[in-house]
């Protein structure tokens, strides 16, 4: 980004909220004596910046005072443009009507020339989101209750039963073509992930019971946990198309080094509760990955094989008669 742009772009932060000269180093990843100098050049430029001293200080913008509009050019145009295409992808959203009115204004009130620009750019990117064929019939009502930390009742099929839950919802996210609720369950006693579109039917909880709620919950999570098991270090060798699957992975996709052409070492520590996953995680990809320590997990693997062959052998055996 140069000078100009991130000029602009200071003074656009500062319209959203108060910054300092380090939250705003991060965001455009330069030193913190750099931003000061531009926090400098825009007060000469007469842009109302007010100065907030003492701990938790740095900068805002005087009350009232707003950017002219900027034209996007055809990075941030095509940036945008994707972001939303990426949404189009699931087969539903949180914003489905309002998803493709925001894309038509987009697209309308951008020139004919920056589209011509912009529309290459859009054919080398491409957004890899699994189909799926779902509805998210009430996705709403948990995402009004994040901000106010409320609760809710919903009727959750889980993949072997039905039954009603009380969440608290903290945060909601997609990844590999699903929409995801994260949220403290009061039945459970802890953080759970659910699946929205496996939610049937929500209910709200009053206020009352809200409060009574939050209070279990809080003295829940302040009990002491009784100490868990030590992680277990685990490391693998794989084929190119072992390290493109393990690499998809978000928890052990960077544990990953070249030590030779095409041959890769993964190395990580499991923790306990993730033992059958590496197990079924490693069997999965067969012959493109070796687990070379710890010796245990080796041994699993390979009673996962012998159990599968066993049924392949008898499976056979039944269907084609023991000669």
């Not at 069997?283 to 693997?301: F, H, M, Q, T």
Request: aromatic residues 8%.
């Amino acid at each position: 980004m140069n000078r100009t742009n991130r000029l602009a772009a200071i003074v656009m932060a500062l319209q959203h909220g108060h910054e300092t000269a380090h939250s705003l180093a991060e965001k455009f990843e330069v030193s913190r004596r750099t931003i000061l100098r531009d926090i400098q050049s825009l007060s000469e430029m007469n842009v109302p910046i007010i100065a907030i001293s003492g701990p938790g200080g740095g900068f805002r913008l005087m009350e009232g005072y707003v950017l002219p509009p900027l034209q996007l050019d055809p990075v941030e145009a095509a940036t945008l443009i994707f972001a939303l295409e990426g949404l189009s992808h699931y087969a539903d959203t949180p914003f489905q009507e309002k998803r493709w009115t925001l894309m038509d204004k987009i697209k309308s009130i951008i020139p004919e020339d920056l589209k011509a620009r912009m529309d290459p750019m859009l054919k080398q990117l491409k957004h890899d989101v699994p189909e799926r064929n779902y509805i998210l019939r009430h996705l709403e009502p948990l995402l009004a209750c994040i901000p106010e930390q409320g609760w809710l009742r919903m009727l959750y099929r889980s993949a072997s039963r039905q039954r009603w839950l009380t969440i608290c919802p903290i945060r909601i996210y997609a990844s590999a073509g699903f929409w995801y609720c994260e949220a403290y369950s009061e039945e459970h006693g802890e953080q759970r992930l659910f699946r929205a579109d496996r939610i049937l039917d929500v209910t709200p909880v009053d206020l009352l019971e809200s409060k009574k709620l939050s209070e279990q919950a809080e003295q829940q999570r302040s009990r002491p946990q009784s100490p868990e098991r030590s992680p277990t270090r685990v490391t693998a060798r794989l084929s190119y198309s072992g390290m493109i699957e393990a690499e998809q992975d978000k928890h052990i996709g960077e544990r990953m080094t070249e030590i030779a052409p095409d041959v890769w070492e993964l190395s990580f520590l499991c923790p306990p509760g993730e033992w059958a996953w590496a197990v079924r995680f490693f069997y999965r990809l067969g012959r493109e990955a070796e687990v070379l320590e710890p010796e245990d997990l080796r041994c699993e693997i390979r009673k996962h094989a012998e159990e599968v062959c066993q049924m392949y052998l008898t499976s056979n055996n039944n269907r084609y008669g023991t000669r």
